[in-house]
């Protein structure tokens, strides 16, 4: 089983507005990833946690914050976001560790539009 | 700068035609290549490369990694309309750091 699922799959959301996006997977991944994606663009990665750790932040506005409550599951909360930041955001997991490379898995993706 | 470039952009066939997807690379300390699919939605995995000259396979679909040259190919043999998708190459530099660089896509459009 190579399932990441992620809700909602699409969300609607005001500029004031306070809401989280969810990815959970079982597969005994200690990765997890969220990159955003707009439309005919590559996804680009916003953070990764390993072993439950934030590990990468790749310079993403504070108004994105994410959570790894367990190693299951990955939260994105989002707060007072532009309409800039309409996308699809993408949640995948990988093993961890220093010892190979491993295969990443993505999710379904969550399509975002801010109002 | 890490780079990743695919070619061509985007490519039009009709059915049964075989395809070569390119993907180039300048990572530092190269651990992985990562072959993707993408329709409407998430990428789906196709093929982890790490070693030169071995090939993967799976179906109509085989792709083989050249680290001297830095590239890695994707071949789609007897295409079908059900292959029309964005082919995604994501490389994994610098040991152990998680960051996948990902090329622009290849846009493949497959036509009865």
């Known amino acids: 089983d190579t399932e990441v699922t992620q809700t909602p799959k699409h969300l609607v959301m005001g500029m004031t507005n306070k809401k989280s996006l969810k990815c959970e997977q079982h597969?005994?991944?200690?990765?997890m990833y969220w990159y955003k994606q707009k439309a005919k663009k590559p996804p680009e990665l916003m953070f990764v946690?390993?072993?439950?750790?934030?590990?990468i932040n790749e310079s993403v506005p504070s108004r994105f914050s994410p959570e790894c409550p367990n190693s299951s599951l990955l939260n994105l909360h989002l707060h007072a976001l532009q309409p800039e930041d309409s996308a699809l955001y993408l949640c995948?997991?990988?093993?961890?560790?220093?010892?190979?490379?491993?295969?990443?898995?993505f999710g379904p993706g969550t399509r975002l539009t801010v109002t | 700068e890490d780079k990743v470039v695919q070619s061509p952009l985007s490519l039009v066939v009709h059915e049964g035609d075989t395809v070569t997807l390119n993907c180039s690379y300048e990572v530092t300390n190269f651990r992985s290549l990562l072959w993707y699919k993408q329709e409407k939605k998430a990428p789906t995995f196709l093929f982890m490369l790490t070693s030169s000259g071995i090939e993967k396979k799976s179906g109509r679909l085989s792709s083989i990694l050249d680290k001297k040259e830095l590239f890695s190919i994707l071949n789609i043999t007897a295409t079908q309309t059900g292959d029309s998708a964005i082919y995604l190459c994501a490389v994994e530099g610098t040991s152990g750091t998680y960051k996948y660089i990902f090329g622009t896509g290849t846009r493949l459009k497959v036509l009865a």
């Open positions: 995948a997991s990988s093993q961890a560790g220093t010892g190979h490379p491993y295969e990443q898995y």
């Open positions: 597969m005994g991944h200690r990765a």
């Open positions: 946690y390993s072993y439950e750790k934030l590990s």
